[in-house]
């Protein structure tokens, strides 16, 4: 009792549960089969509707200027008016993508393009001439930075999130 009055956590076992007839359910499966009861009949509500009723029904038609306004791709103005209304720190949905990420799309942008360029200038400024008896041959080092790799990197540090 006292548990109840100060909001404190009631324990659902010494809950007292009647069945339709008034009387105290004591077990856990009578409990059980009273809880399995009432949700059904909770849940499980038979209604009757006539079908002659439901096909007398007729969809409302839009107008093809309503339509086509609703069928256009959004503008630029009303994606970034939605990312800043998308709380942060969210999980990602199905496909994967962060809210941060989209938030902070151009900055990633910016960034793989900086680090796509300094990839190229690495893989062309690290050639080295190999001679053998046989042959002469430039190959390239193997100091070329791999795109995915550095912007997981760069991800995972969090510099993008405010």
């Given at each position: 009792?006292?548990?109840?009055?100060?909001?404190?956590?009631?324990?659902?076992?010494?809950?007292?549960?009647?069945?339709?007839?008034?009387?105290?359910?004591?077990?856990?499966?009578?409990?059980?089969?009273?809880?399995?009861?009432?949700?059904?009949e909770l849940l499980n509500v038979k209604v009757i509707i006539d079908p002659t009723?439901?096909?007398?029904?007729?969809?409302?038609?839009?107008?093809?200027?309503?339509?086509?306004?609703?069928?256009?791709?959004?503008?630029?103005?009303?994606?970034?008016?939605?990312?800043?209304?998308?709380?942060s720190e969210k999980a990602p949905g199905n496909d994967g993508i962060t809210v941060d990420l989209l938030k902070n799309m151009q900055t990633l942008k910016q960034l793989?393009?900086?680090?796509?360029?300094?990839?190229?200038?690495?893989?062309?400024?690290?050639?080295?001439?190999?001679?053998?008896?046989?042959?002469?041959?430039?190959?390239?080092?193997?100091?070329?930075?791999?795109?995915?790799?550095?912007?997981?990197?760069?991800?995972?540090?969090?510099?993008?999130?405010?």
């Open positions: 009792m006292i548990r109840r009055l100060r909001g404190g956590k009631t324990r659902i076992e010494n809950m007292p549960i009647l069945d339709k007839q008034g009387n105290l359910l004591c077990s856990a499966g009578e409990r059980l089969e009273r809880f399995k009861e009432y949700f059904n009723t439901s096909n007398t029904i007729q969809p409302k038609n839009i107008s093809p200027t309503e339509k086509s306004r609703q069928e256009k791709p959004p503008t630029i103005m009303e994606v970034k008016t939605a990312l800043k209304q998308i709380k793989s393009n900086n680090d796509f360029r300094r990839q190229r200038t690495v893989s062309m400024s690290s050639t080295t001439t190999v001679s053998s008896e046989e042959s002469t041959c430039t190959v390239a080092k193997k100091s070329r930075i791999d795109v995915e790799d550095s912007f997981n990197d760069l991800y995972n540090k969090d510099i993008f999130l405010d």
